[in-house]
């Protein structure tokens, strides 16, 4: 894609290819070259492990991190780290988890298989390895459905759907956002304030743009919680919402919507033929927007003023992702994408006919996708359930990818040495929660289908009944308020094409 080689482009003419995902993932659908997909793979799959330099290996790190959890679990009088780690969970037990993830997945597995099928078929007998899945992918959906993310993402500049997701918080939940100053790390980063009735509610970072040293991925930090002071004050909560998609880039030609470069907030006029395109988001990536926006207002929107069960605060772990998945689904929303849209050289608005084309394209592959969660799910779960698995975390790994694969990946892959969720993060005995807050994210959303997504006594019941309720009240409990009726498998599988 041109926007990549603009942003890898060197001085000398070549390019640099890194393993940042907006890098990695277009040369995996894009690249012609084999050889080149395989290298970048080999590299992407085997980051921290002893397939590379011995000073970068994390094993024994990894041994040690799960080590320990098992004995703080035994100190706590706990048989393994998964009961610690469920205790605070709607999920009662590792069983009762690992239950659902196996009906999940085999559920899931016809459709992967026929996902699988196809892909073989359309590749007529080339090889089909790793990483040859997502460019034969991609050239399957163009194939099928006439469209790629290049495509779509002409129309997705990063300052239309920012203000388009403002709209839609503004008419939902009945609050204004405002940019503000502030003291920020770098010139890309934005400032804002949410107010309601002109009195300010919250506020929040914006740091869309990868950068070289900035941690990759996405995701939502509590910069400050609400809380009322012992003192009387009431401490209004911060957020800080992080992305790593695509910077602007310097380009030749007129740009209808110009952005200062690396996308600071005053337009930058051009100087001569030369001037400074917005950032191009793919579909994807303003989904991923949507989902970390969901994780800010749960955060921001709390009305509990209590610190310990505040925003996501106290909020069951497989619970704290309803908000942000459900956010993901304005995404396939024809009348919100009519305000998130506008081609970059011409402002015109996604057409119908290529949405209606993304549509058919929603569920592509969704059996594949789902036994992928799957085996990250249960990986995470039988690692901390059953004591003494650290001893070989890769043999474990790949007991899990023989009961839950239909695409076993090569030997070589060393996913679990750069899973961060897990190791790193606050995911441990609990990546599952992906999946279980899909269940209730679906039924939630299946109530706006119903009502009518814009409607405002369905947004403030919402807000109502989940955003402000934070960790005060049991998820269940704040799902049963707002539907009226304990979750339904049902809503899921429609919405993945599994029904």
């Known amino acids: 894609p041109q926007d990549v ?20 993932l277009p040369v995996m659908q ?4 084999r050889a080149l997909r395989e290298r970048l793979y080999r590299a992407y799959v085997t980051r921290a492990s002893e397939q590379g330099k011995p000073e970068w290996d ?15 679990a035994q100190l ?3 048989a393994s780290f998964a009961e610690v780690s469920l205790t605070p969970k709607m999920a ?21 298989e026929k996902d699988l099928a196809e892909l073989r078929e359309f590749a007529h007998g080339a090889p089909l390895e790793s990483w040859d899945v997502s460019y034969w992918s991609e050239k399957l959906k163009e194939a099928r459905y006439a469209f790629s993310d290049q495509t779509v993402k002409q129309y997705f500049t990063a300052p239309k759907v920012v203000g388009g997701l403002f709209s839609i918080i503004e008419r939902l939940f009945d609050v204004s956002v405002h940019e503000a100053q502030a003291s920020v790390w770098h010139d890309t980063v934005k400032f804002y304030e949410l107010r309601r009735g002109g009195q300010l509610i919250a506020q929040f970072y914006l740091d869309l743009y990868a950068r070289p040293g900035k941690r990759p991925g996405a995701w939502m930090d509590e910069v400050r919680s609400r809380w009322l002071k012992p003192t009387g004050e009431q401490q209004t909560p911060v957020a800080l919402l992080t992305c790593n998609f695509a910077s602007p880039v310097l ?3 007129p740009s209808q919507d110009q952005e200062r470069p690396l996308g600071g907030s005053a337009p930058m006029a051009p100087r001569g033929p030369n001037v400074y395109k917005p950032a191009l988001l793919t579909h994807d990536d303003v989904i991923t927007l949507f989902h970390e926006f969901g994780h800010g207002l749960h955060h921001m929107l709390t009305q509990v003023n209590d610190l310990g069960v505040s925003g996501i605060s106290g909020v069951e772990w497989d619970a704290v992702e309803l908000p942000s998945q459900f956010m ?14 506008g081609h970059v050289d011409t402002g015109e608005p996604l057409p119908r006919a290529l949405f209606d084309k993304m549509l058919a394209a929603k569920n592509f592959q969704s059996g594949l996708m789902t036994l992928r969660q799957i085996e990250f799910s249960l990986f995470d779960m039988r690692l901390h359930a059953e004591p003494g698995a650290e001893a070989d975390v890769q043999q474990l790994l790949d007991t899990v990818r023989a009961e839950v694969a239909v695409l076993v990946p090569p030997a070589f892959n060393r996913f679990q040495h750069s899973f961060s969720h897990v190791f790193a993060g606050g995911y441990a005995a609990g990546y599952y929660s992906y999946k279980w807050a899909e269940l209730l994210s679906a039924d939630a959303w299946s109530a706006f289908e119903e009502e009518g ?15 402000e309720q934070g960790g005060a009240r049991d998820a269940l409990d704040n799902f049963k308020a707002f539907r009226g009726r304990e979750p339904s498998i049902d809503a899921l599988l429609r919405h993945q094409g599994m029904s």
């Open 5 to 24: 080689l603009d942003a890898t482009r060197l001085d000398d003419g070549g390019h640099k290819l890194t393993l940042h995902f907006p890098v990695y």
């Open 30 to 33: 894009y690249a012609e070259n």
């Open 58 to 72: 994390n094993t024994a790190a990894m041994r040690e991190i799960v080590a320990l959890r098992q004995e703080e």
């Open 76 to 78: 706590l009088g706990y």
């Open 92 to 112: 009662s037990s590792p069983t009762e988890v690992m239950t659902f993830l196996r009906d999940l997945a085999q559920r899931a597995k016809p459709f992967a």
């Open 251 to 253: 380009v030749a030609g």
């Open 328 to 341: 993901e689904n304005f995404c396939w929303e024809w009348d919100v994408l009519c305000q998130l849209t």
């Open 453 to 467: 997504v814009f409607n405002a006594d369905t947004g403030q019941r919402f807000l109502r009944e989940v955003l």
